[in-house]
Protein backbone atom coordinates (compact mmCIF):
# COMPACT_ATOMS: atom_id res chain seq x y z
CA UNK A 1 0.00 0.00 0.00
CA UNK A 2 1.20 3.31 -0.89
CA UNK A 3 1.19 6.70 1.51
CA UNK A 4 -2.13 7.69 1.50
CA UNK A 5 -2.89 10.56 4.11
CA UNK A 6 -6.67 10.67 3.31
CA UNK A 7 -7.07 7.12 4.22
CA UNK A 8 -4.97 5.03 7.03
CA UNK A 9 -6.68 1.86 6.45
CA UNK A 10 -4.58 0.08 9.08
CA UNK A 11 -6.18 2.24 11.54
CA UNK A 12 -9.24 0.70 13.07
CA UNK A 13 -10.10 2.81 15.94
CA UNK A 14 -8.00 5.20 18.29
CA UNK A 15 -4.71 5.13 18.86
CA UNK A 16 -3.71 5.31 22.56
CA UNK A 17 -0.19 4.51 21.96
CA UNK A 18 3.29 4.97 19.84
CA UNK A 19 5.88 2.21 19.90
CA UNK A 20 8.96 3.19 17.93
CA UNK A 21 11.55 1.12 16.40
CA UNK A 22 14.98 2.30 17.17
CA UNK A 23 17.66 2.02 14.62
CA UNK A 24 17.04 3.44 11.27
CA UNK A 25 13.53 5.28 12.62
CA UNK A 26 14.62 7.18 15.46
CA UNK A 27 17.92 8.45 13.42
CA UNK A 28 18.97 8.00 9.95
CA UNK A 29 21.11 4.87 9.74
CA UNK A 30 22.89 5.65 6.61
CA UNK A 31 24.36 8.48 7.36
CA UNK A 32 25.54 6.63 10.67
CA UNK A 33 26.87 4.21 8.75
CA UNK A 34 29.27 6.15 6.68
CA UNK A 35 31.00 7.59 9.83
CA UNK A 36 31.31 3.95 10.97
CA UNK A 37 32.70 2.96 7.87
CA UNK A 38 35.28 5.47 8.03
CA UNK A 39 36.54 4.65 11.55
CA UNK A 40 36.78 0.70 10.50
CA UNK A 41 38.61 1.77 7.33
CA UNK A 42 41.19 3.74 9.60
CA UNK A 43 41.20 0.49 11.75
CA UNK A 44 44.52 -1.15 10.34
CA UNK A 45 46.64 2.17 10.93
CA UNK A 46 45.38 2.33 14.44
CA UNK A 47 45.58 -1.57 15.33
CA UNK A 48 49.58 -1.28 13.15
CA UNK A 49 48.16 -4.94 11.87
CA UNK A 50 45.64 -5.92 8.97
CA UNK A 51 45.10 -9.62 10.11
CA UNK A 52 43.70 -7.90 13.27
CA UNK A 53 41.71 -5.37 11.50
CA UNK A 54 40.31 -8.27 8.85
CA UNK A 55 39.35 -10.29 12.44
CA UNK A 56 37.28 -7.61 13.47
CA UNK A 57 35.40 -6.80 10.40
CA UNK A 58 34.78 -10.55 9.96
CA UNK A 59 33.88 -10.83 13.42
CA UNK A 60 30.57 -7.70 12.81
CA UNK A 61 29.96 -9.07 9.13
CA UNK A 62 29.69 -12.66 10.78
CA UNK A 63 27.75 -11.50 13.95
CA UNK A 64 25.02 -9.08 11.66
CA UNK A 65 24.61 -12.35 9.48
CA UNK A 66 24.29 -14.01 12.48
CA UNK A 67 21.14 -11.89 13.93
CA UNK A 68 19.11 -12.09 10.58
CA UNK A 69 19.40 -16.11 10.94
CA UNK A 70 17.79 -16.21 14.60
CA UNK A 71 14.99 -14.14 13.32
CA UNK A 72 13.89 -17.60 11.62
CA UNK A 73 13.83 -19.28 15.30
CA UNK A 74 9.87 -19.40 16.12
CA UNK A 75 11.23 -19.91 19.84
CA UNK A 76 14.08 -20.95 22.13
CA UNK A 77 14.64 -21.72 25.62
CA UNK A 78 18.37 -20.39 24.95
CA UNK A 79 19.18 -16.75 25.48
CA UNK A 80 19.77 -14.97 22.25
CA UNK A 81 22.09 -12.80 24.11
CA UNK A 82 24.13 -15.39 24.91
CA UNK A 83 23.58 -17.35 21.45
CA UNK A 84 24.34 -14.52 19.29
CA UNK A 85 27.96 -14.98 20.42
CA UNK A 86 28.17 -18.46 20.40
CA UNK A 87 27.03 -18.55 16.86
CA UNK A 88 29.99 -16.47 15.70
CA UNK A 89 32.43 -17.83 18.00
CA UNK A 90 31.63 -21.04 15.83
CA UNK A 91 31.73 -20.02 12.52
CA UNK A 92 35.04 -17.61 13.29
CA UNK A 93 36.50 -19.75 15.52
CA UNK A 94 36.93 -16.89 17.75
CA UNK A 95 36.34 -16.69 21.62
CA UNK A 96 32.34 -15.95 22.25
CA UNK A 97 33.62 -13.26 25.01
CA UNK A 98 36.36 -11.81 22.46
CA UNK A 99 33.36 -11.27 19.99
CA UNK A 100 31.41 -9.94 22.23
CA UNK A 101 33.93 -7.36 23.12
CA UNK A 102 34.38 -6.52 19.40
CA UNK A 103 30.51 -6.07 19.09
CA UNK A 104 29.77 -4.04 22.17
CA UNK A 105 32.68 -1.92 20.88
CA UNK A 106 31.49 -1.42 17.77
CA UNK A 107 28.03 -2.12 17.06
CA UNK A 108 26.79 -0.51 20.65
CA UNK A 109 29.40 1.97 22.17
CA UNK A 110 31.52 4.01 19.20
CA UNK A 111 28.43 4.85 16.94
CA UNK A 112 26.75 6.43 20.53
CA UNK A 113 28.60 9.91 19.60
CA UNK A 114 27.25 10.22 16.36
CA UNK A 115 23.53 9.36 17.01
CA UNK A 116 22.32 13.27 18.37
CA UNK A 117 23.28 14.57 14.56
CA UNK A 118 21.88 11.70 12.98
CA UNK A 119 18.57 12.30 14.73
CA UNK A 120 15.41 12.31 11.94
CA UNK A 121 14.41 15.74 11.32
CA UNK A 122 10.71 16.30 12.57
CA UNK A 123 11.28 13.68 15.39
CA UNK A 124 10.97 16.07 18.19
CA UNK A 125 7.83 17.59 16.45
CA UNK A 126 6.48 14.49 16.11
CA UNK A 127 6.94 13.10 19.82
CA UNK A 128 5.51 16.45 21.01
CA UNK A 129 2.57 16.07 18.68
CA UNK A 130 1.71 12.83 20.45
CA UNK A 131 2.80 14.01 23.95
CA UNK A 132 -0.26 16.48 23.53
CA UNK A 133 -2.92 14.23 22.71
CA UNK A 134 -1.82 12.09 25.71
CA UNK A 135 -0.59 9.14 23.96
CA UNK A 136 1.94 6.62 25.79
CA UNK A 137 5.39 6.48 23.98
CA UNK A 138 7.65 4.00 23.71
CA UNK A 139 10.56 2.20 21.91
CA UNK A 140 10.94 -1.61 21.08
CA UNK A 141 14.31 -2.80 19.38
CA UNK A 142 16.36 -5.64 18.54
CA UNK A 143 19.09 -3.77 20.24
CA UNK A 144 19.95 -2.73 23.54
CA UNK A 145 18.22 1.29 23.70
CA UNK A 146 19.08 2.99 26.74
CA UNK A 147 22.55 4.19 25.78
CA UNK A 148 21.10 5.24 22.48
CA UNK A 149 17.82 7.37 23.58
CA UNK A 150 20.63 8.91 26.23
CA UNK A 151 22.45 9.59 23.23
CA UNK A 152 19.61 11.15 21.36
CA UNK A 153 18.44 12.88 24.10
CA UNK A 154 15.24 11.08 23.76
CA UNK A 155 14.89 9.26 27.45
CA UNK A 156 13.22 11.46 28.71
CA UNK A 157 10.55 10.99 26.89
CA UNK A 158 9.80 7.01 26.94
CA UNK A 159 7.69 5.74 29.10
CA UNK A 160 8.05 1.88 27.78
CA UNK A 161 12.12 1.00 26.69
CA UNK A 162 12.04 -2.99 25.33
CA UNK A 163 14.95 -4.71 23.49
CA UNK A 164 14.31 -8.34 22.17
CA UNK A 165 16.99 -9.69 23.66
CA UNK A 166 15.28 -8.67 27.32
CA UNK A 167 14.68 -11.75 29.24
CA UNK A 168 11.10 -11.80 28.96
CA UNK A 169 10.80 -11.46 25.53
CA UNK A 170 14.14 -12.57 23.81
CA UNK A 171 12.28 -12.73 20.38
CA UNK A 172 13.64 -11.01 17.70
CA UNK A 173 11.41 -9.53 15.06
CA UNK A 174 9.43 -10.61 13.42
CA UNK A 175 8.27 -12.76 15.87
CA UNK A 176 5.30 -11.27 17.98
CA UNK A 177 6.33 -11.52 21.74
CA UNK A 178 7.94 -8.21 22.30
CA UNK A 179 5.00 -6.11 20.93
CA UNK A 180 2.74 -8.16 22.90
CA UNK A 181 4.78 -7.57 25.64
CA UNK A 182 4.64 -3.92 25.43
CA UNK A 183 0.94 -4.09 25.26
CA UNK A 184 0.71 -5.80 28.29
CA UNK A 185 2.95 -3.32 30.27
CA UNK A 186 0.56 -0.32 28.96
CA UNK A 187 -2.38 -2.63 29.56
CA UNK A 188 -4.09 -1.93 25.84
CA UNK A 189 -5.68 -4.16 22.65
CA UNK A 190 -2.92 -4.37 20.20
CA UNK A 191 -5.37 -2.31 17.99
CA UNK A 192 -4.72 0.84 19.99
CA UNK A 193 -0.71 0.88 19.89
CA UNK A 194 0.93 2.21 16.38
CA UNK A 195 4.07 0.47 15.66
CA UNK A 196 6.65 3.11 14.01
CA UNK A 197 9.06 1.45 12.04
CA UNK A 198 11.79 1.50 8.61
CA UNK A 199 11.80 -1.86 7.77
CA UNK A 200 10.03 -4.58 6.28
CA UNK A 201 10.59 -6.83 9.53
CA UNK A 202 8.84 -4.09 11.36
CA UNK A 203 5.78 -4.10 9.85
CA UNK A 204 5.41 -8.17 9.76
CA UNK A 205 6.37 -8.06 13.28
CA UNK A 206 3.45 -5.62 14.53
CA UNK A 207 1.16 -7.06 11.76
CA UNK A 208 1.90 -11.04 13.56
CA UNK A 209 0.73 -8.96 16.61
CA UNK A 210 -2.19 -7.49 15.43
CA UNK A 211 -1.03 -3.92 15.55
CA UNK A 212 -1.09 -1.31 12.94
CA UNK A 213 1.98 -0.12 11.89
CA UNK A 214 3.66 2.50 9.63
CA UNK A 215 6.69 2.92 8.12
CA UNK A 216 8.92 6.15 7.96
CA UNK A 217 12.07 7.24 5.82
CA UNK A 218 12.45 3.41 4.82
CA UNK A 219 16.32 3.16 4.19
CA UNK A 220 16.59 -0.75 3.90
CA UNK A 221 16.67 -1.72 0.22
CA UNK A 222 13.11 -2.37 -1.57
CA UNK A 223 10.16 -0.69 0.30
CA UNK A 224 7.15 -3.27 1.07
CA UNK A 225 4.45 -2.31 -1.34
CA UNK A 226 2.28 -4.11 1.51
CA UNK A 227 3.14 -1.47 4.02
CA UNK A 228 1.88 1.77 4.63
CA UNK A 229 4.76 3.84 3.99
CA UNK A 230 5.38 8.06 5.00
CA UNK A 231 8.55 9.90 3.76
CA UNK A 232 8.93 11.90 6.63
CA UNK A 233 7.10 12.32 10.41
CA UNK A 234 4.83 15.05 9.41
CA UNK A 235 3.54 13.02 6.66
CA UNK A 236 2.60 10.52 9.85
CA UNK A 237 1.09 12.96 11.58
CA UNK A 238 -0.98 14.40 9.39
CA UNK A 239 -2.29 10.71 8.45
CA UNK A 240 -2.92 9.74 11.80
CA UNK A 241 -4.29 13.34 13.50
CA UNK A 242 -8.22 12.10 13.51
CA UNK A 243 -7.36 8.43 15.28
CA UNK A 244 -5.21 10.39 18.12
Given at each position: MQENEEDVTLLTQSIRAALFDVD?????ENILKYFMRLELCTLPF???????????WRSLQCFRHIRED?????ATDNSLAVLQYIEVARQTGEDPAQIEKVVNEWIYQRPLKYLRICR?????????????R??????????????????????????LTLCSLDPAINAFKPHPKGFLHACEIWQ?????????GDRPVDA??????G???????VTHGKKDEDALTFPSFANLQRAITPYC
Open positions: GTLYNRMNSLRAAYKVLRKLERNGLNTFLAFLESGLRIGVLSDYPVVDKLVALDLEGRMSLPPAQVLYILGAANAMPFALVG
